[in-house]
């Protein structure tokens, strides 16, 4: 049986690339929508702009409810077996808002959308950023 090495500095590299990614989803969007050819007309995207940033929100909530969840579930292994998973876990949940604010850009809604998305994603990224404090804190007993 193979083990895996993935520890927190590794995790801290996985978390700045998530963390990365929704700056690169708005320069996306900026960059099409500065093109000039861009479609704008979408008659159906403040519903659903709404509809995703109350996915969005569910989203954020389950992520910092997941942990309370995995934890009653977790047997008697390895820590940071169990904090690696639900950073991986926490860290794509979050990470939706940005693809949803792409998404809204592609479809035509205004950059600022895009921007307010990528910019939720990114602050509730980085208060899941993994440290050995937040691991020792959520593996306690």
Same mark, same amino acid.
């Given at each position: 049986m193979r083990q895996n090495n993935l520890g927190i500095p590794q995790l801290k590299l996985i978390a700045f690339m998530f963390i990365l990614s929704p700056i690169l989803y708005a320069g996306l969007v900026w960059f099409m929508q %500065? %093109? +000039? $050819?861009?479609?704008?007309e979408n008659p $159906?995207? +403040?519903?659903?702009?709404?509809?995703? +940033?109350?996915?969005y929100?569910?989203?954020v909530g389950l992520a910092f409810?997941?942990?309370m969840l995995r934890m009653r579930s977790r047997a008697d292994g390895d820590p940071m077996s169990f904090y690696r998973s639900v950073v @991986?876990?926490?860290l794509g949940l979050l990470e939706s808002g940005a693809i949803f +604010?792409?998404?809204?850009?592609?479809?035509g809604a205004d950059l600022m959308v895009t921007v307010a998305f990528c910019l939720a994603s990114v602050f509730f990224l @980085?208060?899941?950023?993994? %440290?050995?404090?937040k691991m020792r804190r959520m593996t306690r007993r």
């Open positions: %500065s %093109s +000039g $050819n861009f479609d704008t $159906n995207l +403040g519903v659903m702009t709404m509809a995703l +940033g109350a996915v929100a569910s989203q409810f997941f942990p @991986i876990v926490q +604010g792409l998404v809204l850009g592609f479809l @980085i208060t899941v950023f993994p %440290s050995e404090q």
